[in-house]
Each structure stands twice: as C-alpha cells, then as structure tokens.
C-alpha cells in the first residue's frame, strides 16, 4: 500500500530536492504538497499538476484549514517550509510569526487525525539555534546550549518552533538541525549578510542532494521507534568541514577567480555572532538513514559551478579583473545602508560594532591586508587534540529513559536552576524548572537535555549573555571562551589546553 507524505516548502531549495527524491518513489508514495499560490510556484510546478501522485493545495502555513488539508490522511509530514534568511533577517516579525504559527498548525492538525500517534512528523531545524562556535569551541553536538546570536530572529522562530514539537506530546516527531545548504545558486545571495561570516569560522556544511535524500529515506526506512522524539545535526561528513575562508576560496577558485584575497579585504567580514560548528554527532544520522553521496568536496564544488546560471560564472572576466570587482561591486555590497559592516564602521553603530566585534576599537585591530591576517585551520578530525566536548551536566553513560530525579536536579544546578518538580513521568512530560533569574517555567527533561534549551522567557533578548554567563555554567562554556580569551576569535593551539581545565 502506497505511503502518502505531506511536504512544506517544496518550492524552497532544500524541499524541491525533497520533493524530486519523493517523486522517483511515486510508485511508492503520493505526496501531498501546501504552497503559496504564485505564478513562480505554478509555473515551477506545471509539469506535475496532471500526475495522479502528486496533490497541490495552494495556500499560506498560518491558514490551519490549509494545513489540515495537506495533513489529513498523510503518514509521514516533513516540515521543510518556512522563513529564512535573508528574507528572515529584514523581517523579523514576519519571520517569528510565520515560524512558529506553522509549527503550531501543523501539531493542531496532526493532533485533529483519527490516530496521531501513527503520524511521522519531521522538523527541519537549524544550526543556527546553537549560535556562534568559533574555535576553541568549534566541535558540538545536540544537547549543547541554545545560544542565538544577536539580532538572529530567525534562529529564535526556529527554537521556538522545535519546542512546539519536541512538547507536542506527539509520538513520532524528530527535529533535524540543518547546517549550510550546498547548492549551485549559492552565489545568488550576493546580500551585505555575506560579510557577516567570520573568516576563522567553521560550518560542516551539508549538500542539497544529501538533504533531500534524507527525507525522502526516512519515508522509506522502517525506522525503529528510538529514532523518533530526538535531535539530530545534518551535515555532509568531514569533507565538508570547511572554515568559512575555505569555503570561500573553493568557490572563487571554481569559477577562476583564485583566493579570496583578490576580491575581499580581511576587515570587511565580522570576527563573532555568526552561527556553525563541525559535529561531533554528525555521523549518528548517517548510520541511520544512509543518506550521504560521500562525493569529494572538490569535486563536488567543480560539478556544482557546471550548474550556476552564466550571470554568476564570473570566470570568464578572469584574474586580472578581480581588483576592479573587489573595490567596486565588493566593497559596496559591505558598505550597503543597515546590514552593512563597512556602513556600521562609517556611522560608528555601536550595538552593532559591539556583537559582531567587541567593539569599534577591537574593529580598528583588524589587518587591513591579508598578509598580517592570521587564518587559522582547525584539525577536522574527531580525534584530535583540538576536540573539545562540553559537559552536558548530567551523567550521559546512563541510559536517558533511567534518568532520575537527582539527575535533573544535577542538571538543573549546572544550568545555574533548579529541577522542582516532585515526580517524574517520562523524559518526555513536561516538569517544573527554575533558572537562575528566577524564572519558572514547565519543559520536558527531552528539550532541556537532548535539546539544549532553556527558560523560554528569557530567549534571548536583551542578548545580555554577559550575565548569564556568569550565573550559568552550562552556558558559559559556549560564550566566555569566545568573549574572554581573544575577542577577535583568532585561537591558536595554545588556548586549548586552558580551556580543557576550564569546563571540567
């Protein structure tokens, strides 16, 4: 008997791979389809309006109507549809609103079904929920704190959405923390975000064909009931651990253009408040869902480019010409009113200067040239001496359905909290915590332990991370380290040793 799947954003980049995966198993599976009603989408979609196995409803995430529809009598739901950025950083109350009102119609809609329990809903998280991870911090895993970077409205929609799940009280949810997207235009986001990417940052990034084979493999695999009601990293393996000066010279010298160098200044780009980390759980999901092409990442980035729109091959104005690009189109996407980093240095916008720099003087002790710049290249493997795990302040060798009351009240201290409740059900139902400002609030031991998060009500405005720094120890591992040490986040190896002592 056919499966049927219901999928959000099948218009976006990482739901149209989705979708074209289902679609060579519509022998096997209909798929039903919710999306904005736009002559973009009809004319993306035209060739399948006729095709029996294919089911479009247009309409809007936050009309529930519309999502009972795509909902009803669907097996697995893969939520994939949303708000992102850059879109999602220019309107973030769109963003907030769009995100976690989908969220919550879909639960409503798979809770409205004749046996919910029977439903697979899948949730496409974010990286960017755990924050900036420069080095020494550079290697994570699920459970580690929350942190949102400042002005980062869309990572906050996307905790809270995961939240909406992870609390559902469904059966069968899984939330799956998408890290980069690799796909061919890629190079379109051409946006003033662009710079705020730390050059000694780090992203395991993850291809758009592995991610659209991971969904459409976890419609097909019996899965056991232990993969659902968790929390996953997707990324691509460690080929794809790149720093983010890595990545940017493999896509310049793919289309020709050689270093970054040629083209950027090194005070262009900020040196904190980004997001992306290398996973140190990366390859749990693999071993699960078998999803990964194990291509190359060089010969990926080659067989990506042969795909880019001729607008965006820039190779053909070769070397010689990368001077002119650089000190003229370059440079004014950085100077770009509001988003800007060179117009944030220029109008001295000193909230801005003080998340992504420390400040406008640690902004002046950027080299202005690359030859006094300091790169720095963490080893990528999991072994190395660099791989620093953070505690997750409860004892993880237990297994997680024997945890007791005693260890989420552990948990709780290392939080800066307390665990008050008086029973526990499951690690699943909801209980009574207390954060260190005071602040009650009900969470699953789940979210908290496996999810990393905290106190909602304290997400994460006014960013005053300082503080919570100091009366949080679990989340000071992922923010003292990048504030207090170097606020220019460029580590040598000499720190590691140090921090080790630090987080025991």
């Not at 919910?116 to 496409?124: G, Q, R």
Request: net charge negative; hydrophobic share 40%.
């Amino acid at each position: 008997m056919k499966k049927t799947v219901a999928l959000t954003g099948a218009s976006g980049i990482m739901g149209f791979q989705t979708f074209l995966e289902l679609y060579k198993k519509k022998d096997e599976v209909d798929i039903a389809l919710l999306m904005r009603d736009s002559e973009k989408n009809r004319k993306k979609f035209a060739s399948y309006l006729n095709d029996s196995s294919v089911r479009i409803i247009w309409g809007n995430l936050l009309n529930y109507e519309d999502v009972l529809n795509l909902v009803n009598g669907a097996d697995y739901v893969l939520h994939i549809g949303g708000m992102v950025s850059p879109k999602a950083d220019y309107y973030p109350m769109t963003t907030l609103k769009t995100n976690i009102g989908a969220a919550q119609n879909i639960v409503k809609a798979v809770k409205a079904q004749k046996d919910p329990d029977a439903v697979k809903v899948v949730y496409i998280g974010t990286v960017a929920e755990t924050g900036d991870r420069n080095p020494p911090i550079h290697w994570g895993r699920c459970g580690d704190p929350i942190k949102i970077s400042v002005y980062d409205h869309y990572a906050i929609s996307k905790v809270k959405a995961e939240a909406v799940f992870a609390e559902s009280g469904l059966k069968h949810w899984v939330s799956l923390r998408q890290s980069g997207i690799l796909y061919p235009d890629i190079l379109k986001n051409m946006e003033p975000i662009m710079y705020h990417v730390p050059m000694n940052g780090v992203l395991e990034w993850a291809t758009v064909e592995d991610s659209g084979r991971l969904m459409a493999n976890i419609c097909s695999m019996d899965l056991p009931d232990t993969f659902w009601r968790k929390f996953y990293n997707i990324g691509s393996g460690e080929e794809y651990r790149l720093t983010n000066y890595e990545f940017e010279e493999l896509i310049l010298t793919t289309l020709g253009l050689g270093s970054p160098k040629s083209l950027f200044c090194p005070n262009w780009f900020t040196t904190q408040n980004f997001h992306g980390q290398w996973y140190l759980d990366g390859d749990v999901l693999e071993e699960l869902c078998h999803f990964r092409a194990n291509i190359p990442v060089k010969e990926y980035f080659k067989e990506m480019m042969n795909h880019v729109e001729p607008f965006y091959k820039l190779a053909f104005l070769g070397r010689p010409y990368a001077p002119i690009l650089k000190h003229t189109w370059m440079k004014s996407i950085a100077k770009t009113k509001t988003y800007g980093t060179l117009w944030w240095v220029q109008q001295n916008v000193e909230e801005r200067m003080s998340a992504y720099y420390g400040s406008l003087e640690k902004y002046h002790q950027i080299p202005d040239n690359w030859n006094d710049f300091k790169l720095v290249v963490p080893s990528k493997k999991k072994e190395s001496e660099e791989v620093l795990i953070l505690n997750h302040g409860y004892d993880e060798t237990k297994p997680f359905d024997e945890l007791t009351l005693e260890d989420l009240k552990r948990a709780a201290a290392y939080r800066g909290g307390e665990c008050l409740a008086e029973e526990l059900v499951d690690m699943y139902t909801p209980v009574l915590w207390k954060s260190a400002r005071g602040n009650t609030f009900m969470m699953s031991p789940n979210l908290v332990l496996k999810g990393g998060h905290w106190c909602h009500e304290e997400l994460p405005w006014p960013w005053d991370y300082d503080t919570e720094a100091k009366i949080n120890p679990f989340f000071a591992q992922v923010w003292t380290p990048l504030h207090d040490l170097n606020e220019m986040n460029v580590y040598g190896p000499e720190v590691f040793d140090d921090f080790k002592e630090a987080i025991k």
